[in-house]
């Protein structure tokens, strides 16, 4: 009897049950997908460190499907809640007629399990497809050989989406038995008839805090824009973020408080159609849920912000690589290694007398004693790299060094600066395709392509500062940094190398390393890795031999490079996405559950409208304006803060895209969030349409 009743209440309410099926579904279809590319990784051709890269971002992504299922455990908690609170008079009949509050929830219990596995069926099926295309997207961006492919269904994903939404289901079962249990039948049966108390508020005042809020919040902004030099630590960042969260909930606060009064100065406009009414309608919502609708604008503000962000990632790291890793090989080593010498820690250490002998010589001939076939390479670079020992940071920023240790204390100002000759950078730049310059015999120049230390740099090169190197003194040729590196890098991270003239008297005891480059001599990529294997597996006979003759040679590829940044930008990617669907899915199910609350507490509005006169399309068009504002109001605020928040990413982080570059992603994010977004507004429009119809 109580399943046949539960059965029945379940379709005959399903309108109600919209948004709540909607948010259940998508949540579950989410949770698979994103719990499911392990299922994949077996059949994706990758590498061995490609295959370790993934395995880490399976990881990661399951840590964060907890914070995740906490996040949609609540939001389904709260829209049951919507439910529950719909369906008070019902309840009432059920008590007024004899039944008991056990019953009541064990038909609360049943109608919760079905619309349960309703939801979990639907929502697994739509993941099962969807993470197919998952997995090919991950196989693209790791450039994977997909032909062993297939369909797959992942039973350690279906078996852990439904271990969580059973809990989150238990859940709601307990919170609904506890609500059932405080009911009492006189409150269940005058439910509809009480109001939310509104608080008028005075419109000056309101008018003022709306001013402060903006001021405060174009503060804000311009702290993380135009100030950005003085956000250079995270205890000065929250500031700027704190103002932006007081500011948005100020403006909601106080928009209730003289939206109205201004409207209604205009009569022509006030008085108009059904103006008056949703006007006041809006009002009303603004002043009852301002706490909700900042949460819901900053909810929106972070999908925003890190769809863009994560969409744009990464394509813009495999620009930066295509730029920075020219080649194939970078290889480096000390050079002049003294019998014993301090380490970076600190530590003495004593080297070999092979070693000391193997740094008095470039890479190309360690290579050639130690048994590498060196016809294996081509186009090889050799070039000695001078360290001076009163030639360091400190040094370089001379008469600034105390104002610039104040602002930046974090530096080592003891390294030492890189010199090089500037013949012997160009024959390093012309391989790598990237400018190559000339210097007066009296003149210096710094490349540094790492942004924060060139802007540091520059307050001192535009002061002319003149640098003694090796006994003459030199003139900086530029009054800023000039773009350019030496080393393979998946961003830009030169600190600074000083260019000097060739007539530059360093000498051969002064070079403290030895540096080289190459490309391997192949066609193929499967060629090109086999090349690789010498200098990256160890087991090869090459680095068995550089062990056995205490030889130390450092190095990166630019194969390493690329798989290791390509796997770094993936699996921020998705966990970003993840994060920003789920962000969206929740501002989406709040904001609709809202309106849906509003719409069946306001039916008696809407009947007094119809017993005016007003016809069901004036109703149905002013339903319709109330909730598309309500739903653009957060939207419109979060767009602004992602316009700024956007702005600040692309200043402070250097591996960003350019503003013109993001519009891919902005597309894609306006296109995600049209469709979650449109359609929570499409099912709240629809169900507050059926609830207005219903009689009181």
């Known amino acids: 009897m109580l399943f046949k009743l539960s059965f029945r209440n379940m379709k005959k309410s399903f309108k109600d049950y919209a948004i709540y099926f909607l948010t259940l579904v998508l949540g579950v279809a989410i949770f698979y997908m994103f719990n499911s590319l392990d299922s994949q990784q077996a059949m994706l051709q990758v590498s061995e460190s490609q295959k370790q890269i993934i395995t880490l971002m399976i990881g990661m992504l399951g840590i964060v499907s907890v914070f995740v299922a906490v996040v949609l455990g609540l939001l389904i908690v709260y829209a049951n809640n919507f439910l529950i609170n719909r369906r008070k008079k019902e309840f009432g009949i059920y008590m007024t007629l004899g039944m ?83 009911y009492r039948l006189i409150n269940l049966l005058t439910a509809i008839k009480k109001n939310e108390e509104v608080k008028i508020k005075n419109p000056v005042i309101s008018i003022l805090i709306f001013m402060i809020a903006v001021v405060v919040l174009g503060y804000a902004y311009w702290l993380v824009t135009g100030g950005i030099d003085k956000l250079n630590s995270m205890d000065k960042l929250i500031w700027p973020i704190l103002m932006g969260i007081g500011s948005t909930i100020a ?141 360091r940071w400190k040094n370089f920023f001379g008469n600034m060094f105390q104002e610039i240790k104040q602002e930046f204390s974090m530096l080592s100002y003891e390294t030492k600066e890189e010199i090089i000759k500037i013949s012997d950078y ?163 199910a709040i904001l609709a559950l809202k309106q849906l609350t509003e719409s069946s507490d306001n039916k008696q509005r809407y009947l007094i409208l119809r017993k005016i006169g007003c016809d069901e399309k004036m109703i149905n068009k002013a339903l319709f304006r109330q909730i598309a504002i309500v739903f653009m109001l957060p939207l419109f605020l979060a767009i602004i803060h992602s316009i700024f928040g956007i702005k600040f990413a692309l200043t402070a982080m250097t591996t960003m895209a350019s503003a013109e570059e993001l519009l891919p992603s902005i597309i894609a994010t306006v296109c995600i969030m049209g469709a979650v977004y449109g359609l929570y507004f499409l099912a709240t429009y629809l169900g507050s349409k059926n609830i207005i119809k219903e009689e009181v």
């Open 251 to 391: 403006i909601f606060w106080s928009l209730s408080g003289f939206v109205l009064k201004l409207v209604q100065a205009k009569k022509s406009t006030y008085l108009k159609g059904t103006n008056m009414f949703v006007l006041r309608q809006l009002n009303n919502k603004i002043n009852t849920t301002v706490i909700s609708m900042s949460v819901i604008c900053l909810m929106l503000f972070m999908t925003i912000s890190v769809l863009s962000a994560s969409l744009s990632l990464n394509d813009n790291v495999q620009k930066e690589m295509v730029k920075l890793t020219p080649i194939d090989l970078n290889l480096q080593k000390k050079a002049n290694l003294p019998e014993s010498g301090k380490t970076i820690t600190g530590k003495t250490e004593k080297y070999s007398q092979a070693r000391r002998e193997d740094s008095k010589i470039n890479i190309e001939e360690s290579l050639k004693n130690n048994g590498f076939d060196m016809k294996l390479l081509k186009d090889v670079v050799n070039i000695p790299i001078y360290e001076i020992g009163d030639m």
């Open 426 to 588: 160009n024959k390093i730049a012309k391989l790598y395709g990237i400018s190559q310059f000339e210097l007066a015999d009296n003149e210096y120049m710094v490349l540094c392509n790492y942004n924060n230390m060139a802007t540091i740099r520059n307050r001192v090169l535009q002061k002319g500062n003149t640098l003694t190197i090796a006994g003459k003194q030199y003139i900086p040729k530029y009054e800023e940094c000039q773009d350019g590196f030496i080393e393979m890098s998946a961003s830009g991270i030169n600190t600074g190398i000083l260019l000097v003239p060739d007539s530059c008297d360093l000498q051969q005891e002064q070079i403290g390393k030895h540096f080289m480059i190459a490309n391997y001599n192949a066609d193929t990529e499967n060629e090109k890795k086999e090349i690789e294997k010498i200098f990256a597996d160890k087991n090869s006979q090459l680095l068995k031999n550089f062990e056995k003759n205490d030889i130390e040679i450092d190095g990166i590829t630019r194969i390493a490079i690329i798989e290791a940044s390509k796997g770094l930008a993936t699996s921020i990617v998705f966990i970003a996405i993840y994060l920003g669907i789920v962000f969206l899915i929740a501002s989406s």
């Open 100 to 182: 008991g509050k056990r019953q009541i929830s064990k038909i609360i219990l049943l109608e919760t399990i079905l619309i349960g596995i309703l939801s979990l069926v639907a929502g697994i099926v739509i993941g099962v497809f969807a993470s197919q295309f998952m997995s090919i997207l991950v196989g693209k961006m790791f450039e994977a050989d997909m032909s062993n492919f297939q369909f797959v269904f992942s039973q350690d994903a279906c078996v852990k989406t439904c271990i969580c939404f059973a809990v989150v289901y238990i859940a709601v079962m307990i919170f609904n038995t506890f609500t059932i249990s405080r």
